[in-house]
């Protein structure tokens, strides 16, 4: 992948993340430390600079207390507005 493009699925996905992780009021470091992860890697992920691993996923919404579905719902969802 060309490292100037970021796959629009995955910016979503980022930005779904990255507002379960705030409406927790958590630190990126604490949802690290809960979801098994470095902060770097949590951070990769909520800029949409790395792909997560569907295990990661299935942590991370066990965090937000969400089916993992319902992330990637949410991304799509949030993909299908911006397509409007």
Do not use: C, W
Request: aromatic share 4%; hydrophobic share 40%; no cysteine.
């Amino acid at each position: 992948m060309d490292s100037t493009h970021i796959d629009p699925l995955l910016s979503a996905l980022a930005s779904v993340l990255r507002k379960h992780r705030r409406a927790l009021n958590i630190s990126q470091e604490e949802l690290a430390y809960r979801a098994g992860r470095s902060m770097r890697y949590v951070s990769l992920l909520e800029t949409g600079k790395h792909q997560p691993t569907l295990d990661t996923l299935r942590r991370m919404s066990s965090v937000f207390d969400v089916p993992l579905s319902q992330l990637i719902l949410e991304a799509e969802k949030d993909l299908q507005g911006k397509d409007m």
